[in-house]
């Protein structure tokens, strides 16, 4: 394990419980359910660069890389949960990251929702709580989320929170994410720090927790 | 795969290496005070000795040998003032797993306004579609910096492409974080746009003798 405690292992906001993804909160089999034999999981997978699992090992590998991640304060991944009271409440809704590019001073959220929790404004909640922790615990300067060209979900999802922070539509990265024989546009928004202090919602319920906690439920 | 040397009608890039560069006249551009107004607008960290400048050409070398970037100096060509001169540097960086080219360049002052930024874009261009079978070209620059927006915005314009957006914080370099225009050229538009009479010339490096291929005799 690791010492430091840049990223905290667990995040509760209003509807939703973030509990870092690691061998000691997820197991295998249960993600694998989701990442690979879930029926949904192409058109779940379709606009970003992540492939449905074909084996159980590539689900291990993705927890095992998360755990490096975190080890080498690259970022770090979560599964996302519905709190109690939401519909499918304690099962995993998806996986949400945040990778730091320290020298940029920059944060980019990723996140992939199973299809039966999409609609619910998951999206926009959780990045109000990797806003959070990108800048007043990280103190980096700027949020950077992005979406494939011809991914309206994610669009419509980006477009309000950030425009809800004061955040801006940057451009359109042409051949930016390649991806297999493929290689993406890409179109990227950001949020600075300053957009984040003068916008963030004032009754923003979001809690960072330790592992201890995240283990009782 | 680069070139040793491009010829413009202008211009002669030549290879950014120890043959072709002397460290000498490389680190008198590189340390003058009156560059500090480029370098403003750059990661880079002007050159405090020579010796800065031996690694310069060093690093430059190692990137062409992993077909990483193509660096080249660049001197004005006969005719033109301060012919045979150091005049600046240029880059295509090539990110393969993009399919794209990243352009760079910067000019000594005595050569500024003579409109070789573009001259050479036109030659990395070139390289870039025509010999390297790249899909796009692109050049960011800081947000701020006046001169590079009109260069680059004309040539981009010219070419037919497109200005994508200010992206904040895109370059991170130690203290130095910079909010930066990105441009992109695609192939298409290259191909649309090209100058009808191309006056760019590669000149490759003379074959060597590759005794160590096929079998031979032994």
């Known amino acids: ?217 | 795969m680069f070139p040793a040397a491009i010829e413009t009608e202008r211009l002669r890039l030549e290879r950014l290496d120890h043959e072709h560069v002397d460290p000498f006249e490389l680190y008198a551009v590189t340390s003058a005070p009156e560059m500090a107004e480029v370098w403003r607008y750059t990661p880079f960290d002007p050159h405090e000795t020579v010796y800065d400048a031996v690694e310069y050409v060093d690093d430059a070398v190692d990137r062409w040998d992993d077909a990483e970037s193509a660096d080249y100096a660049i001197r004005p060509r006969e005719g033109e003032d301060g012919a045979g001169e150091f005049a600046g540097s240029a880059f295509l960086n090539t990110e393969w797993d993009r399919r794209t080219g990243r352009l760079g360049i910067w000019l000594a002052k005595p050569f500024w306004g003579r409109g070789y930024s573009e001259e050479r874009a036109t030659a990395l261009l070139t390289l870039a579609f025509d010999r390297l079978d790249l899909e796009v070209v692109s050049v960011t620059h800081n947000v701020e910096n006046d001169k590079s927006r009109r260069a680059v915005g004309k040539y981009v314009d010219r070419f037919g492409g497109r200005r994508e957006g200010v992206l904040r914080n895109f370059v991170g370099d130690g203290d130095y974080v910079s909010d930066e225009v990105r441009y992109t050229i695609s192939r298409e538009e290259w191909l649309e746009n090209r100058p009808g009479e191309l006056a760019v010339e590669f000149v490759d490096e003379p074959d060597t003798p590759n005794e160590d291929l096929g079998g031979g005799d032994r």
Not at chain 1, 154 to 176: D, F, H, M, P, T
Request: proline content about 4%; glycine content about 10%.
């Open chain 1, 1 to 217: 394990m690791t010492d430091h405690d840049l990223f905290p292992a667990a995040i509760e906001t209003e509807r939703l419980r973030l509990r870092q993804l690691d061998r000691g909160t997820v197991g295998t089999l249960d993600l694998y359910e989701i990442t690979g034999r879930s029926e949904t999981i192409e058109e779940e997978t379709r606009y970003l660069t992540m492939e449905p699992h074909d084996t159980p090992e590539e689900t291990r590998d993705m927890i095992a890389g998360a755990e490096d991640q975190r080890e080498n304060a690259d970022g770090a991944v979560y599964a996302v949960y519905p709190r109690e009271g939401e519909s499918g409440a304690g099962e995993i809704a998806g996986t949400t990251s945040l990778t730091c590019l320290w020298d940029r001073r920059e944060a980019r959220p990723g996140i992939m929702l199973r299809k039966r929790f999409w609609g619910r404004g998951y999206s926009g909640e959780r990045a109000m709580a990797l806003m959070k922790l990108a800048f007043d615990r990280l103190d980096l300067e700027i949020f950077s989320p992005a979406h494939f060209d011809g991914n309206e979900n994610s669009r419509r999802a980006i477009e309000k929170y950030v425009g809800r922070v004061g955040g801006q539509y940057e451009g359109v990265l042409r051949n930016w994410v390649p991806d297999g024989d493929e290689i993406h546009d890409l179109h990227r928004y950001s949020v600075s720090r300053a957009e984040w202090g003068a916008n963030r919602p004032a009754d923003l319920a979001v809690e960072f927790g330790d592992g201890e906690v995240a283990n009782d439920e």
